[in-house]
């Protein structure tokens, strides 16, 4: 595959995660089209997936080598129990994970070990707004520049 067909299919598949979370945002709130949470049991709920690469300074400052400095596994931890348990204490998915991410600013893909949380959660602004600090927080923390946030209206029963 030529260069130029990379890059721009690469750009194309980055996309993706903004495109469901911009489609999740213009959606109607509530229960998604066709289901009938009531009689499923569940209620309608929010499914929000949060995207984060594993390495630090990941994004921001590829080595030359190509290597990358890992966030341990226990800072990680510490990142679920200090930020993400208390803004979400009702339970969370964690998955490991590996994936890549095309820099908007350098136009390198980053290729790394990565994690995904799953949640479902209310459908209400102070669910998006603790989701985006937790981003925030992390972009900070480890000195990335993106973290990915998918948003899906959902029916769900616990």
């Known amino acids: ?37 009531g009689s499923a049991g569940g209620k309608p709920q929010l499914s929000a997936f949060l ?7 990941g994004e ?29 204490p009702d339970g969370f998915t ?4 590996y994936g890549q991410w095309l820099n908007p600013n350098t136009g390198i893909v980053t290729r790394q070990r990565s994690a995904v949380i799953n949640l479902v959660v209310p459908d209400s602004p102070d669910t998006i707004r603790k989701l985006h600090e937790l981003a925030e927080y992390y972009k900070q ?9 998918s948003l899906t209206p959902a029916c769900a029963s616990f």
């Open 1 to 37: 595959m030529r260069a130029e067909s990379m890059v721009h299919r690469l750009r194309r598949i980055a996309s993706i995660p903004v495109l469901a979370t911009l489609g999740a945002c213009q959606a109607s709130h509530g229960t998604p089209v066709g289901l009938d949470c």
């Open 51 to 57: 995207y984060f690469g594993r390495d630090k300074d």
């Open 60 to 88: 921001d400052a590829p080595k030359p080598d190509g290597g990358a400095t890992p966030i341990p596994d226990g800072e990680w931890r510490q990142f679920l129990k200090d930020e993400v348990t208390p803004r979400f």
């Open 94 to 97: 964690v998955f490991d994970s």
């Open 141 to 149: 923390k480890f000195h990335h520049i993106s973290v990915g946030i």
